[in-house]
């Protein structure tokens, strides 16, 4: 199984920007695709973003949608999450994780990182 682990959240103010980082280890990610999934506090874990293997593809929830941009570097085995225009309400826990296509259930992922904080101040 591909391991996961996600870095660059920290705190950022309304308006500001963030990009977050998905380092796999363990198997390549280049037949895989990435899907990036949030929990804020008191909420279910959802799918907000996703990018098929090729990365010819992107998929997006419309709470993000404009404001965040998936892309993955293959060679680097990396995957990333440039967040813009950033709302108070994105505030979560990020996750990224690996499927064999762009998945938006969490129920369809059994592979998660432990994930990285994003504070987004008013």
């Known amino acids: 199984q591909v391991q996961l682990a996600e870095s660059g959240g920290g705190l950022v103010q309304a308006g500001g920007s963030l990009r977050l980082s998905c380092a796999a280890s363990?198997?390549?990610?280049?037949?895989?695709?990435i899907n990036w999934f949030r929990q804020a506090p008191g909420k279910e874990r959802e799918f907000i973003i996703g990018?098929?293997?090729?990365?010819?593809?992107?998929y997006s929830a419309d709470s993000v949608k404009g404001r965040f941009t998936v892309s993955r570097d293959n060679v680097k085995n990396m995957g990333y999450l440039q967040m813009n225009s950033l709302k108070p309400e994105d505030t979560a826990v990020y996750y990224c994780?690996?499927?064999?296509?762009?998945?938006?259930?969490?129920?369809?992922?059994?592979?998660w990182g432990k994930g990285t904080l994003v504070t987004v101040s008013s």
């Open positions: 994780s690996a499927s064999a296509s762009v998945t938006t259930s969490k129920d369809g992922i059994s592979n």
């Open positions: 363990g198997r390549a990610l280049s037949n895989y695709a």
């Open positions: 990018i098929t293997w090729s990365g010819g593809r992107t």
